[in-house]
């Protein structure tokens, strides 16, 4: 019996399309096409981009290098998603050309907690007495 509500991996397509919007926001970043006094492109790194099975819509999740305010940085880049839009419809051949929203992304902070898991002395001894 297979579950109806189990989340497919994405398809080699769309992770292709994904690496491309990566690819053109990043670089639409770096060259700053459009002006927000909130964004500098030294501040935002797109670390990973996902797309809807059809295509209609995709998360760009992005980090703030820096000291910058992550939400006013999220906000601005939310403002600006026409734009960005634009840029991905006229660089991908796609039939629709996916709604874009950003969401800021909280994985360097996970990493950094499970980092601080490992140096405590509990369980730098609990590893050390299983291996």
């Known amino acids: 019996m297979v579950r109806k509500n189990t989340p497919k991996a994405p398809t080699e397509r769309q992770l292709r399309v994904s690496e491309e919007i990566k690819h053109l926001v990043s670089s639409a970043l770096l060259t700053m096409e459009f002006y927000d006094e909130d964004l500098t492109p030294s501040m935002v790194m ?20 820096g000291k910058a305010d992550e939400k006013i940085m ?42 601080a898991l490992f140096d405590n002395p509990i369980v730098k001894a609990d590893i050390e007495k299983k291996n």
């Open 74 to 115: 999220v906000d601005a880049l939310n403002r600006h998603k026409g734009a960005f839009r634009k840029i991905i419809g006229d660089k991908i051949r796609l039939r629709i050309t996916p709604d874009v929203r950003f969401r800021l992304d909280d994985s360097f902070e996970q990493a950094a907690k499970i980092d």
């Open 46 to 65: 797109v670390t990973d981009v996902k797309v809807s099975p059809d295509f209609s819509w995709t998360t760009i999740y992005v980090h703030s290098i």
